[in-house]
């Protein structure tokens, strides 16, 4: 099982916590990356576009590896 706390969070939320609460912040996120990843998979992403579009930018995939198997356990979750 796949839990993510922070699931329904939007991006002012995240940026409302992390200063409220003196959260250490990627330096990258103060030079336009929304969303950080791999290092050779991270790129900037321009205005509205989603948070995690600079992630895989150009691939068939939002993951690393880590969650190699995540969309068959996406499926299998949205089936019950």
């Known amino acids: 099982m796949k839990v993510n706390p922070l699931f329904e969070w939007n991006l002012d939320l995240v ?3 992390v200063k409220e609460n003196d959260v250490p912040r ?3 996120h103060d030079e336009g990356y929304r969303s950080v990843g791999d290092w050779h998979s991270t790129v900037k992403t321009g205005e509205g576009q989603g948070e995690r579009a600079g992630r895989w ?3 068939e995939k939002t993951e690393c590896g880590l969650h190699k198997d ?3 356990m996406k499926a299998k979750a949205d089936r019950g």
Do not use: M, P
């Open 70 to 72: 995540y969309f068959t």
């Open 26 to 28: 990627n330096r990258l």
């Open 57 to 59: 930018a150009g691939k």
């Open 15 to 17: 940026e409302w916590y």
